[in-house]
């Protein structure tokens, strides 16, 4: 018999809690995550369901286009107040908490990894606030029923970027506002954006004390 068929599948909710640790976020101490550490061994996690594509642990992490959106949502809170918030691509939940926290009427967080599902679903346990997820990729279909579509750092890569960009603008022309938290990655639709706030933030993957990078929250506007 084969080592793979003895192995008994990692349940990604025990697995989160046993192997992680509950902390603040340093640059948003109200809100608690899941944290990887040096002996978390995500990849065992991550590598798991055989013949899908390996998905990286970004749940494991609040990204700094997340974490910038939150900061925002929690300084303003009448940006979202009593509104229904889409946090779409919602990793480890950081944007959706926020939102949550601030007064949103309703908060949906949307993920296509079902290891970000459980992470999100435990964060969003852990700081006491109810957001309905969402284990679908939504870029594919119509605008959601909501006021605010919130993205956190999803424009890392050209295709998704084109994917989530298309499906932002069917969202502005059904008059959903739509704000996007990112450091300035590669296929940001920067012409579009027009900037609302900028914080300091560590970048996921930078050492220690490593000099903070500026991130900012941006509008996005229709195509002209
Ligand atoms: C770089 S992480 C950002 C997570 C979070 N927004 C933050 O800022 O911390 C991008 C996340 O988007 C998710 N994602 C990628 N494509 C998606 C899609 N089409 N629909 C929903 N989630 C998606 C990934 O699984 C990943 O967890």
């Keep these: 018999m084969k080592e793979a068929t003895l192995t008994r599948a990692l349940d990604p909710l025990d697995f989160i809690r046993a192997n992680m640790h509950l902390a603040p976020v340093p640059s948003l101490p109200g809100i608690q995550l ?70 949103a009427g309703a908060v949906t967080a949307a993920e296509i990894d079902r290891n970000a599902i459980a992470a999100l679903t435990l964060n969003t346990l852990a700081n006491g606030v109810t957001v309905a997820v969402v284990a679908q990729d939504l870029t594919a279909g119509p605008p959601p029923a909501v006021d605010l579509v919130a993205v956190g750092d999803l424009f ?5 970027a084109e994917r989530v960009t298309a499906f932002l603008d069917r969202c502005l022309a059904a008059g959903i506002e739509v704000l996007i938290g990112d450091p300035g990655r590669a296929y940001l639709p920067r012409p579009r954006l027009r900037t609302l706030a900028k914080y300091p933030v560590p970048d996921v993957g930078d050492i220690k004390n490593a000099p903070m990078k500026s991130s900012a929250v941006f509008s996005l506007k229709r195509d002209a």
Excluded: C, M, N
């Design 34 to 103: 899941y944290t990887a550490h040096p002996g978390s061994g995500l990849r065992r996690l991550a590598e798991q369901d055989e013949g899908s594509e390996f998905q990286p642990p970004y749940w494991a992490y609040p990204w700094p286009g997340g974490a910038v959106l939150a900061r925002y949502l929690l300084d303003r809170p009448g940006t979202v107040a009593g509104r229904r918030v889409l946090d779409l691509g919602a990793g480890s939940g950081i944007v959706a908490i926020a939102a949550a926290k601030a007064g």
């Design 156 to 160: 890392y890569e050209r295709t998704l």
